[in-house]
């Protein structure tokens, strides 16, 4: 049992490229999400996906795409990067895991620079 | 929407001291409240969390209070182990809506 995984762990790129962040989950939570987190600003929910097939907007989803793939895998596209999207990424879900807990689980996250 | 305060954004304890983490919410429909603890280089781990129908929750050596007629929940952490030095976060959860709204973290640093 993996938990949430999120590939790649470390990207940067130039400003105006695209690329995809991609999320994984085998513990059959139906919610998923992606927040960023900026150093004195916590953790800020982009986008999140309530159940397979669905994708709804959080509080900052300006320059940001998600698709939700089926119910393991949601991913996050940015579609031509601006510094201001350097960021450290983290991927979560949402259900009841090994200890019995309904609980939030996040990924180990992804450290994105864009210059 | 909702709003989380959190304070202190640093706080330094020797070890064997308690160690104190206060928010503040915006929103009285909220009804869920965790606490996470991100060590250095990996996601937010759930801790502890308390329901809107539960003044004091208590796990060994943590415990969240809240009061609702405040509008603030607290972590409290006694007796503070190395291993307990990491960024912590409260988070606030309104209805049934699966959505978190995260206070801004406190870098805890236990020092021997």
């Known amino acids: 049992n993996a938990g949430v995984t999120q590939t790649p762990k470390f990207q940067v790129l ?11 989950q085998d513990m059959n939570h139906n919610s998923m999400y992606w927040y960023r987190q900026d150093p004195g600003m916590g953790l800020r929910l982009i986008y999140y996906s309530a159940s397979e097939g669905t994708t709804d907007k959080g509080e900052v989803p300006n320059g940001y795409n998600v698709s939700r793939l089926n119910k393991r895998e949601f991913s996050l596209r940015l579609e031509s990067a601006a510094p201001s999207q350097t960021s450290v990424y983290f ?5 009841v895991g090994d200890r019995g807990l309904y609980e939030q689980y996040f990924g180990p996250g992804t450290r994105l620079t864009v210059t | ?10 706080l330094s304890v020797q070890e064997g001291d308690s160690a104190v983490i206060k928010c503040t919410y915006s929103d009285s429909a909220s009804n869920y409240f965790p ?3 991100q060590e250095l280089g990996k996601g937010p781990q759930l801790i502890i969390d308390i329901r809107s129908n539960v ?7 943590i415990a969240v209070t809240l009061n609702k ?9 006694t007796e503070t182990q190395p291993e307990d030095s990491a960024v912590y976060f ?7 809506a699966s959505k978190l709204t995260f206070g801004t973290g406190t870098r805890l640093q ?3």
């Open chain 2, 90 to 96: 409260c988070a606030a959860r309104t209805g049934t």
């Open chain 2, 35 to 37: 606490w996470y603890k």
């Open chain 2, 110 to 112: 236990v020092t021997l």
């Open chain 1, 91 to 95: 991927c979560a879900s949402i259900g």
């Open chain 2, 69 to 77: 007629t405040a509008k603030h929940f607290s972590l409290h952490i």
């Open chain 2, 1 to 10: 929407g909702e709003n989380v305060e959190q304070h202190p954004s640093t």
């Open chain 2, 55 to 61: 003044g004091e929750k208590k796990d060994q050596r």
């Open chain 1, 14 to 24: 130039k400003t105006g490229q695209s690329m995809t962040l991609q999320c994984a």
